[in-house]
């Protein structure tokens, strides 16, 4: 199984700077016939579903502000906010979608400092 | 509009049965693949169970806490995905979402399922 590991746990961030959250695969989701990573992040606010930020580690979807942006490659990911909003306040996830099982990371709370 | 509504979530006891479902609507729902991820109270995200469309094979994995237990399946005529779910037990305590997608793009809002004496 691919472990997914995140760091920080949290993290509080004034509005308007910049938030960063890493993320480790235990190996790597890169697929050499495609050329493209295997991983996704979402974002979880208090009692929603998830919501899918980012696919293929870098590809924003549709209705996603520009201040999400995802990189990274192999076995290590960021996901950035450019200039945190207070509606940014959740909890955010990446996942491997490489192989079964598909994993998600433990999460990272981010709040307003 | 696009969207997946679970219902079916109940309390049980342990070592008792339950089946979910999701219908789906917006979409091409017999093209999708579909999912079933929990989230036990308070903790994280975990996917339990994957079926991909017919004219991609079908194919159904599960995640090995659920294996030999739960039961996934779906009827497209109806836009309906299932989870028969046996055996239960209290660490199956979780708000089960449908998804769909190789990529989670679409999730319903959940429904919660209680395992308790």
């Known amino acids: 199984d691919i472990v997914m590991t995140q760091s920080p746990d949290s993290l509080a961030v004034s509005l308007g700077e910049r938030a960063t959250i890493n993320c480790k695969s235990s190996?790597?989701?890169?697929?050499?016939?495609?050329?493209?990573?295997?991983l996704a992040w979402y974002q979880q606010k208090p009692g929603q579903p998830p919501n899918l930020l980012i696919s293929w580690a870098s590809t924003r979807e549709s209705g996603v502000p520009d201040r999400f942006s995802g990189s990274g490659s192999g076995t290590d990911f960021t996901l950035t906010i450019s200039s945190l909003q207070a509606e940014d306040v959740a909890v955010y996830y990446c996942?491997?979608?490489?192989?079964?099982?598909?994993?998600f990371g433990p999460g990272t709370k981010v709040d307003i400092k | 509009e696009v969207q997946l509504v679970e219902f079916g979530g109940d309390l049980v006891k342990p070592g008792g049965s339950l089946r979910l479902s999701c219908v789906g609507s917006g979409f091409i729902f017999s093209n999708a693949w579909l999912s079933w991820v929990r989230q036990a109270p308070g903790k994280g995200l975990e996917w339990v169970v994957r079926i991909k469309s017919e004219p991609d094979g079908g194919t159904i994995d599960y995640a090995a806490p659920v294996k030999g237990r739960f039961t996934i399946s779906r009827d497209d005529s109806k836009n309906m995905l299932y989870l028969q779910m046996n055996s239960l037990n209290t660490e199956d305590t979780a708000m089960y979402y449908c998804?769909?997608?190789?990529?989670?793009?679409?999730w319903g809002q959940g429904t919660m399922v209680t395992v308790s004496s």
């Open positions: 998804a769909t997608g190789q990529v989670f793009d679409i």
């Open positions: 996942q491997q979608y490489y192989s079964i099982p598909l994993t």
């Open positions: 190996q790597s989701v890169f697929h050499n016939s495609n050329h493209k990573n295997y």
